[in-house]
């Protein structure tokens, strides 16, 4: 199985919990991938230089300036930090953004309507991503080298310009794109395809591939106040009625849109959780 996991900025910004999932993540056995966010960082530094955030409906609008302050905390500081704390806690730990190994290529986003706002709005350098923008074979092959790839949310378009992506939205194409990757292996021999066994028709494997959300939260709250009302479990058409509801709203619209939309491109599970429950089943499990 290969794990996909991605971190939230509100751990990535407590020393604490970010030690404490490190030390986790570094113990967990297998083939596994971190996606890191870094966006309270990010606003603070943005804040700090007089400049204000702006955000709609979860995601960052993202002008020059803004672009070259996202791009220094998220590939710069968080990529570093987590890296090194990585290597110390015994994982060997590569931190990539989306132009390094041509990892991830993402198309600059147009104008969008926003219907909560009533009007258009221009996203700025941000890049949209899906599975098709990841560089599977790139992926595969470190982890075959047991090296972990850390991501955070800066990709490129292919043409020189740096785009500043959802890291909830990375996470989520990464899971597609290793479930869907087909591979050769080098071990395992049957007559058909003289190659591998439990082969696909094209004589290649697949690995099932698990998505997992970490923040700050035990899971999707019924009542964001309360922290013992996590909801267990979510199906698509109770998504539509907690967003209706007003239950689900802000970053963690995209969070849930992308973990469905992994749950029917191929990913075998999904789940959302507290970051010091990464290594037990607690948290709320989308179906």
Known sequence: MIKVIKIGGNV?????????????????PGMKILVHGGGVM?????????????????????????????????????????????????CNAIGLCGADGNAIKARKRAPL????????????????????????????????KGIVPVFNAINHDGEGNLLNTNADTIASSVAIAMANYRYRSPREVCSRC?????CSDDGRLTHETELIYC???????????????????ITRGRFEDLKKEG???????????????????????VVVKHARNLLNDMGTVLI
């Open 113 to 144: 309507y926003v219907e909560s706002l009533g009007k258009e709005v221009d996203y700025g350098y941000v890049g949209d991503v899906n599975a098709e923008c990841v560089n599977a074979g790139f992926i595969y092959s470190l982890l075959e």
């Open 42 to 90: 990010a606003s603070q530094m943005q804040k700090a230089m007089g400049m204000v955030p702006q955000m709609v409906e979860g995601r960052r609008v993202t002008d020059e300036e803004t672009l070259k302050v996202v791009t220094m905390v998220y590939a710069g500081w968080c990529s570093k930090h987590i890296t090194a704390l990585l290597q110390a806690n015994g």
């Open 215 to 233: 923040f700050e939260k035990d899971g999707v709250l019924y009542d964001k106040d309360d922290d013992r009302s996590v909801i267990g479990e």
């Open 12 to 28: 990535v910004d407590n020393p604490e919990l970010l030690g404490r999932f490190v030390r986790d993540f570094a113990a967990m």
């Open 194 to 198: 003289e190659e591998c066994t439990h």
């Open 247 to 269: 239950i689900v709203a802000d970053g963690m619209i995209p969070k849930l849109t992308n973990s469905f939309k992994a749950i029917d491109s191929g990913v075998a599970r």
